[in-house]
């Protein structure tokens, strides 16, 4: 087991109105997993994803990391920053790269500011981008890239650091159907060449497919036994 949640639970507030999203939310990764997440919109995918990125804290309930167990909502904020630098990538539909700089200094940012010496940080990304095809581009800007190479920048980006989980959120939202599977050949790769462990929320059955699971929210919990795709 890579990271547990337990009755995970997060309700929105809007006026006098409570809008419950998570109901309880029981869920579990292991090492090296792919697995998606589907359901119409407002069932909390996304905020399930950004309760297991620490980018959100859930009500209630426990978020469990690694064979020690440890429940990560019980770190202090500097503890959380840490983590999610040492153990989570993230991917979002849209890229968010910087525009002033290029490929490879866009992939190089969180190593830098992570105090990583700037020849190694270099090196490393040089390496990452060769990996996702685009080792002919390392000097271009996000302006001069296709929406699909700046989506596999953006992926090369988010493992620099070598998280032990990617979390992605609709990460081919912005995509024809060919960059899509493209991106989706790209991330089995990097599940298959270093273990990763990937968890994608996603409306499109075709890239659900391509996960080991396939699980279905609806109304805040799961509504589906674990599923091999």
């Known amino acids: 087991m890579l990271i547990r949640t337990e009755s995970l639970t997060k309700t929105y507030h809007k006026g006098s109105a409570e809008i419950p999203v998570l109901r309880g939310v029981d869920f579990e990764i292991a090492a090296g997993e792919m697995v998606a997440i589907t359901g119409a919109s407002g069932v909390g995918k996304s905020t399930l994803l950004h309760a297991l990125g620490t980018l959100e804290k859930p009500d209630s309930g426990s978020i469990f990391y690694g064979p020690t167990g440890q429940n990560i909502l019980q770190l202090t904020e500097k503890g959380l920053s840490e983590f999610r630098n040492r153990v989570l990538g993230f991917i979002f539909q849209f890229h968010y790269l910087l525009p002033e700089f290029d490929a490879v200094e ?105 996960m080991h699971r396939v699980l279905t929210m609806r109304d805040g919990q799961f509504v589906n036994e674990p599923s091999t795709a």
């Open 106 to 210: 866009n992939v190089m940012m969180p190593a830098l500011i992570s105090g990583e010496d700037r020849n190694v940080a270099r090196r490393h990304a040089e390496e990452l981008l060769a990996f996702v095809g685009l080792g002919h581009r390392l000097n271009h800007r996000p302006s001069e890239l296709s929406g699909g190479e700046q989506q596999r920048v953006a992926i090369a980006r988010s493992v620099i650091l070598r998280p032990k989980l990617l979390l992605a959120d609709e990460l081919t939202g912005n995509l024809d159907s060919k960059n899509s599977q493209n991106v989706m050949d790209l991330l089995v790769n990097l599940n298959q060449a270093t273990g990763i462990s990937i968890l994608i929320v996603t409306h499109d059955a075709s890239i659900a497919s391509r």
